[in-house]
């Protein structure tokens, strides 16, 4: 599943990044999705999307990510 970070929203407490590291990485202080596909293998991703203070992570489907690939 596709998993998108707001950056408007993102206020880079690091909180996604600790509870899962392999999806997460704060750079310059802003949470980037770092991994294609984050399936929940290595942490619960909606326990993730939970604990952001902001609400700035997502999951959007493949037509979203098309569709906003094709207006951007
Ligand atoms: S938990 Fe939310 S606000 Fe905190 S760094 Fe991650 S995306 Fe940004």
Do not use: H, W, Y
Not at 25 to 40: F, H, P, Y
């Amino acid at each position: 599943m596709k998993v998108k970070v707001d950056q408007d929203l993102c206020i880079g407490c690091g909180t996604c990044e600790l509870m899962c590291s392999q999806c997460f990485q704060l750079e310059n202080g802003k949470a980037q999705v770092i991994r294609d596909n984050c399936d929940g293998v290595d942490c619960d991703i909606q326990d993730v999307i939970d604990s952001c203070p902001v609400e700035a992570i997502s999951i959007v489907s493949e037509d979203q990510v098309n569709s906003e690939e094709k207006t951007a």
